[in-house]
């Protein structure tokens, strides 16, 4: 469903964030991560003079390098574009403390135990948020048809719990898709006892 009318008014400003996956020959992961802001006006700038209209003030990409377990292999970050080139690009280096950790649950803690404040850039660091989405999106159904295959051939093990039970609302436990595709684990008609 689409947003309402709205009022009249201009634009200003256009954030842009776009991430992929990729799944390389070696058998690692790649997910790239690219933000970009920038506004519809020309403003001046105090390392950079004047920005034009449709000149970013942000350009900026990191890619994180994983294995199946979500576990960092290898980052590179690079700013192309920000307020002040002499020194923004100097904490790049820093996204290298990412290497070893996994996405999954404390990714956001970790990540801002690590590379919060004037320890990181703090667009870099908000980009590793859609990033980590991305890597799950990219990875977790490949990797999960993959182990369907395989529990095809076994005959699967109907006790182990899915691991998208309980992740947002559609997969909520006493709901109607966990009700259809993991009954064993359905709790909405569970009498109390």
């Known amino acids: ?18 991430c992929r996956g990729f799944r390389r020959s070696d058998g690692l992961w790649d997910i790239e991560g690219h933000i970009t802001d920038v506004k519809a006006y020309a403003f001046e700038n105090e ?8 000149e970013p003030l942000h350009d900026m990409w990191i890619r994180l390098t994983l294995d199946d377990s979500l576990e ?23 996204f290298q403390r990412l290497v070893g ?18 320890e990181g850039c703090t667009h870099l660091v908000e980009l590793l948020g859609p990033v980590a989405t991305t890597a799950f999106q990219t990875i977790y159904p490949v990797r999960a048809r993959e182990r369907s295959r395989r529990v095809e051939g076994d005959g ?3 006790e182990r719990r899915p691991r998208l ?11 109607e898709l966990a009700r259809r595709h993991w009954p064993a684990f359905y709790t909405g008609d569970r009498q109390p006892g």
């Open 1 to 18: 469903m689409p947003l309402s009318s709205p009022a009249d008014r201009e634009p200003m400003h256009t954030r842009t964030v776009v």
């Open 47 to 54: 390392a950079r003079g004047t920005i034009i209209p449709g």
């Open 72 to 94: 960092v292999r290898a980052v590179e970050a690079v700013t192309e574009a920000s307020p002040y080139p002499a020194i923004c690009p100097v904490i790049a280096p820093s």
């Open 101 to 118: 950790l996994r996405i999954g649950p404390g990714w956001t803690r970790a990540v801002k135990e690590r590379l919060g404040g004037v």
């Open 156 to 158: 699967g093990d109907p």
């Open 165 to 175: 039970l309980n992740t947002c609302h559609a997969f909520s436990s006493d709901g």
